[in-house]
């Protein structure tokens, strides 16, 4: 059974640098598409960034220039780079993994960002 699990959420000042990971496990199939989405209290899920096949990659207008995601080494790893982050930044944020035609979910990890 494939399952994701995300991590390096944590609570952060305002400008301040956070660095999400998440790996699959259950797995030897390498994932064709990767992303992040957060969801904020009242708010619907978003995207975040997306990366398709390791090199199409999108980002949400309101982190493009601020965030950045990448693979790792690591077959079924990906991160994400937040920089100059801000109290909207706050949210849930989740890992969404496509293997083999099904898409999976991590459990969330939550970011706080204080003003």
């Known amino acids: 059974q494939v399952q994701l699990v995300e991590s390096g959420g944590d609570l952060v000042q305002a400008g301040g640098s956070l660095r999400l990971s998440c790996t699959a496990s259950?797995?030897?199939?390498?994932?064709?598409?990767m992303g992040w989405y957060r969801q904020a209290p009242g708010k619907e899920r978003e995207l975040v960034a997306a990366m398709i096949n390791g090199a199409n990659v999108r980002y949400g207008d309101s982190v493009k220039g601020r965030f950045n995601i990448s693979r790792a080494k690591a077959r079924n790893m990906v991160n994400l780079q937040m920089n100059n982050l801000e109290p909207e930044d706050t949210a849930v944020y989740y890992c969404?993994?496509?293997?083999?035609?099904?898409?999976?979910w991590g459990q969330g990890t939550q970011v706080t960002v204080s003003s």
């Open positions: 259950g797995t030897i199939v390498s994932a064709t598409a």
């Open positions: 969404k993994m496509a293997i083999r035609g099904h898409e999976y």
